[in-house]
């Protein structure tokens, strides 16, 4: 695969995670609660809260620019062998396929960002038994193989901001509200369950 190649691949990827995992997830959702369920960037300007969201639309920012710049010639991928971006497309679209499987089993409770007005149900059913958020999983999962599919500065810059911005959304974002919501119930959960890996991540009861 040729790097203008793999560049195309990965923008195509792109265009289908955006497609099916916002737009018509999104649509959706409308048509059977009334909302689009985006709530928007929490916190204040300049709070964690902010810059979790600000660095998260970064983060999707910087992935799409990696593969534009890359096919324009603007940057060269890393030399590495001809089968990376290969199995980087393939872990691409696990990583959209498993996005997708995880909002269905979150159900009328998906959402993009936190409404601290409002009160969704806890969902613990299907992949959520599994891991507490397997959405952001899944997103990690399409991100590394983009990285993979275009293997350049820019790309890994992006991989990781999409890391560190997602673990800023849910220990500063996501927790603390779904904490305050649902109480013990999502303490036994916390206790249970894994944060993006089965049973990695868990906090005993206290």
């Not at 498993?98 to 806890?122: C, F, K, N, P």
């Not at 997103?139 to 990285?147: A, D, H, K, Q, V």
């Not at 999409?162 to 959960?189: D, F, M, N, S």
């Amino acid at each position: 695969m040729t790097p203008s190649t793999a560049a195309v691949v990965a923008i195509a990827l792109f265009v289908v995670f955006g497609a099916l995992g916002f737009g018509w997830r999104s649509w959706v959702q409308h048509r059977r609660t009334g909302s689009t369920g985006f709530k928007g960037i929490s916190g204040r300007p300049g709070s964690v809260e902010w810059f979790a969201g600000v660095g998260f639309v970064a983060a999707i920012v910087v992935g799409v620019a990696a593969p534009t710049l890359q096919w324009v010639a603007l940057v060269a991928p890393l030399p590495l062998p001809n089968w990376v971006p290969v199995a980087g497309t393939a872990i691409a679209v696990a990583g959209i396929a498993a996005t997708v499987y995880a909002q269905i089993d979150m159900g009328d409770s998906w959402r993009i960002g936190v409404d601290h007005s409002e009160s969704t149900t806890l969902v613990h059913r299907g992949v959520f038994a599994v891991v507490r958020n397997p959405i952001f999983t899944a997103m990690l999962i399409f991100g590394f193989g983009i990285m993979l599919v275009t293997p350049n500065v820019v790309a890994i810059v992006g991989f990781a901001l999409l890391l560190v911005t997602i673990e800023l959304q849910v220990r500063a974002v996501e927790e603390p509200y779904l904490r305050k919501v649902h109480g013990a119930a999502y303490r036994e959960y916390l206790a249970t369950v894994g944060r993006f890996v089965p049973r990695v991540g868990t906090t005993p009861i206290r």
